[in-house]
């Protein structure tokens, strides 16, 4: 009697490449999603801290007890926000546009990575200084009896 061999030669050989290309389909897949948080908190931060600069302005509106500040206090504001040694933003623009009563904060930046061609990130907010109008006089008391 004669024993055949078994025409499998090469079958584990091909099994392993297989397994291979799927495992490095996951590690291209895992190095594109931590490529992508990344970006995601970046975009974040860029947004809490555009945020933090608008609340800036607002506070020393507050303090000021008026919409409108001086000049030189909003270019100083203006340049920190230009400023990312300073906690500004790339490419960050910051304006104060009053109207009437209603103080319109805007900042705008551009996310590192996009490119100057894409569509700047924005963070507007609108600020409302209520003017407290003194109330009147009380009446004068009643004249005293007899």
Do not use: C
Not at 27 to 36: E, I, K, T, Y
């Amino acid at each position: 009697m004669k024993h055949r061999k078994p025409l499998a030669r090469g079958i584990s050989l091909i099994e392993v490449l297989v397994v291979v290309v799927l495992f490095s389909f996951g590690l291209l897949g895992l190095v594109g999603l931590q490529a992508r948080a990344m970006q995601v908190s970046v975009n974040a931060e860029d947004s809490n801290r555009a945020a933090l600069l608008a609340s800036e302005v607002a506070a020393a509106m507050w303090n000021n007890d008026s919409e409108t500040l001086d000049g030189a206090v909003i270019d100083a504001w203006a340049l920190r926000v230009a400023n990312t040694a300073a906690g500004g933003l790339p490419a960050g623009v910051g304006t104060v546009v009053v109207n009437g009563d209603v103080a319109r904060i805007t900042v705008t930046w551009q996310p590192p990575g996009q490119g100057t061609t894409a569509q700047p990130s924005r963070y507007i907010t609108e600020v409302l200084i209520p003017q407290v109008i003194p109330a009147p006089p009380p009446p004068p008391p009643p004249p005293a009896g007899p």
